[in-house]
Nanobody
Framework: VLLQASGGGLVQPGGSLGLSCAAS????????MGWFRQAPGKERETVAI????????YYADSVKGRFTISRDNTKSSVYLQMNSLKPEDTAVYYC??????????????????WGQGTLVTVSS
């Protein structure tokens, strides 16, 4: 299984950035996908989760209304559109996968497959 995240970079506060994660080596529609982030000196936190169908998405309170998770099952890809970015959004962002047949959880440590991470820096 390979998850390749991309799209990170430097953006000014208030700006937007889109992340992509391409999956291979798995049956994409059999997996719930998530975006997670880890800032320096902090624990990894869950940002957003999306089931195979794309419905019933989860968002952390800190990103609700600003971030949107989506997926394209025909391209085995999951996306995170980030708007109104704040300095506190600065982190390494990871995509991860958990089998849809496993019980639902937002706990990062229970996600089975991880991408390499992409750095998002929000700074003026």
């Amino acid at each position: 299984v390979l998850l390749q995240a991309s799209g990170g970079g430097l953006v000014q506060p208030g700006g937007s950035l889109g992340l992509s994660c391409a999956a291979s080596g798995l049956t994409f529609t059999s997996f719930r996908m998530g975006w997670f982030r880890q800032a320096p000196g902090k624990e990894r936190e869950t940002v957003a989760i999306i089931p195979w169908s794309g419905s019933t998405q989860y968002y952390a309170d800190s990103v609700k209304g600003r971030f949107t998770i989506s997926r394209d099952n025909t391209k085995s890809s999951v996306y995170l559109q980030m708007n109104s970015l704040k300095p506190e959004d600065t982190a390494v962002y990871y995509c991860a996968a958990r089998p849809q047949s496993y019980y639902y959880t937002i706990k990062a440590k229970l996600y089975n497959y991880w991408g390499q991470g992409t750095l998002v820096t929000v700074s003026s």
